[in-house]
């Protein structure tokens, strides 16, 4: 894939860019290796300093860097201000929280005692760079939710971006230096996918987190696997969004909307698979048939915009060929279904009903605007309907049943229940999935100690 910014909306190809050589990797591992020798002793206070000002220019920049985001992968305007503005949320978060995340841990007097000691402490302290190999879809956040941890903990980072949002790439190893972090502190590599694993293999790489698909999971999980290197993968999701019959339906359906369409669908956390009770499930399908179909498709620079396009070509038709697959097995299409005429990589908002498991779209994760919905005759059965898939990174349920809850908290495989709303990262919580959906956690004092030294300081009586 070459490396440039192509404007899903029209097809045009805006700006391309060469990949760096060889010859310039060596000289950003070489300059990342030496500023994490210099940087690691740098004080809370400082680095907070500085990402602070980092937020406060990205403030500064919301409008132009948000039309970047929309120009490279088709992100409506408003959602594209909307991710600037939590990107820098989270900056403010971590340089408020990280020294009370890493402060030094002190055991149970009696398990010091026990041990002969006179002290014992649980010291955190940073590895190195660490490689953050990172998607399109949220181009901005995806990186900070990395960054902003890393840079408090004392590492550096290596960017390695999708190749069709470059100037964003770009734009974040701009934002950092402006904001007083030396040269090596966060470096962006334009390079192919390629380049990856030789990087991934070099001794001053000390980690790598991935967010992407599961072959690109798999692959870097392999290459660290085999260097004995600490990773975080945060990988597909097809989220179930579970509707008992107590729930407040026009909420539930309103909600649902938002959470299959945001980001035009493209978004590892939306809910893709309705999973409703039979005794709602009429009532809930045509509200949510409703809101669909009213929702407004169009140029991605329009304030009104609520779906824009798929940020690629090959987006749009792996997208269809899910649909396809599933309407010649019997699937019922209650509105969309149908690639529109003129150009863009657009595809309407989609329901599919009749789900069977046979359907590749049952198993596979549909990146793009289609909802499958599933009827449940109980709690039971919801819950089987709702496991029955590779991946688990999140989950929603509509009740008014604390049993209901407590039986999705235990029995649901994901690494979030959402009761009541829809799935949304917050810098303050964990954020992660289960069985395909990867491993490790992003975000929170779990996301900022994925990387760190975790070190045990013995004192002798």
């Not at 407004?296 to 824009?308: F, L």
Request: aromatic share 8%.
């Amino acid at each position: 894939m070459p490396i440039a910014t192509v404007n899903p909306a029209n097809g045009e190809t805006i700006k391309t860019y060469e990949a760096m050589g060889a010859e310039e990797i060596e000289r950003r591992l070489q300059l990342a290796e030496a500023t994490f020798r210099t940087y690691r002793e740098s004080g809370f206070a400082d680095r907070a300093r500085l990402l602070n000002r980092a937020a406060d220019l990205l403030d500064e920049d919301q409008q132009d860097i948000a039309r970047v985001l929309t120009t490279e992968m088709g992100k409506p305007i408003k959602q594209a201000r909307a991710e600037a503005a939590k990107c820098a949320k989270a900056m403010r978060w971590y340089a408020a929280n990280a020294e009370r995340l890493l402060a030094d841990e002190e055991p149970a007097e009696a398990d010091v005692e026990d041990s002969g000691a006179s002290r014992v402490r649980v010291r955190y302290r940073p590895i190195g760079p660490i490689l953050a190999v990172m998607p399109w879809n949220f181009p901005l956040w995806q990186v900070i939710r990395f960054a902003a941890p890393a840079l408090m903990a004392g590492n550096v980072g290596l960017l390695k971006h999708a190749s069709n949002v470059p100037q964003t790439a770009l734009y974040l190893e701009d934002l950092f230096h402006r904001a007083g972090f030396t040269e090596g502190c966060f470096q962006t590599l334009l390079i192919g996918s390629a380049a990856v694993d030789d990087i991934l293999r070099d001794e001053r790489v000390k980690a790598a987190t991935l967010t992407g698909s599961e072959p690109a999971g798999r692959a870097v999980a392999s290459t660290a696997g085999e260097m004995v290197k600490k990773t975080v993968l945060e990988l597909g999701g097809s989220d179930p969004y579970i509707v008992m019959p107590s729930a407040d339906l026009d909420r539930a359906a309103q909600v649902a909307v938002t959470a299959r369409v945001q980001n035009t669908g493209q978004s590892c956390i939306a809910a893709k698979r309705f999973i409703v009770h039979t005794d709602v499930y009429d009532a809930f399908a045509e509200r949510f048939v409703q809101g669909m179909k009213a929702l407004k498709i169009g140029d991605p620079m329009d304030e009104e915009t609520e779906v824009g396009p798929l940020s690629s070509e090959r987006g749009r038709a792996d997208l269809e060929e899910l649909v396809d697959d599933a309407k010649r097995s019997g699937a019922t299409v209650l509105c969309g279904g149908q690639r529109p005429e003129g150009d863009g990589w657009y595809y309407p908002p989609t329901i599919l009903a009749g789900i069977t498991r046979e359907m590749r779209i049952h198993r596979e994760e549909a990146f793009g605007p289609v909802a499958t919905l599933y009827r449940a005759g109980d709690l039971d059965e919801a819950v089987l309907i709702a496991n029955d898939s590779p991946f688990g990174l999140s989950s929603n349920v509509w009740t008014r049943e604390e049993a209901d809850v407590d039986r999705f908290v235990r029995d649901l495989e994901a690494g979030g229940v959402y009761v009541n709303g829809m799935t949304a990262s917050h810098p303050a919580f964990p954020f992660g999935g289960v069985k395909r959906s990867g491993y490790g956690r992003e975000l929170s004092g779990h996301g900022i100690r994925e990387f760190c030294n975790i070190t045990t300081v013995w004192h002798g009586a």
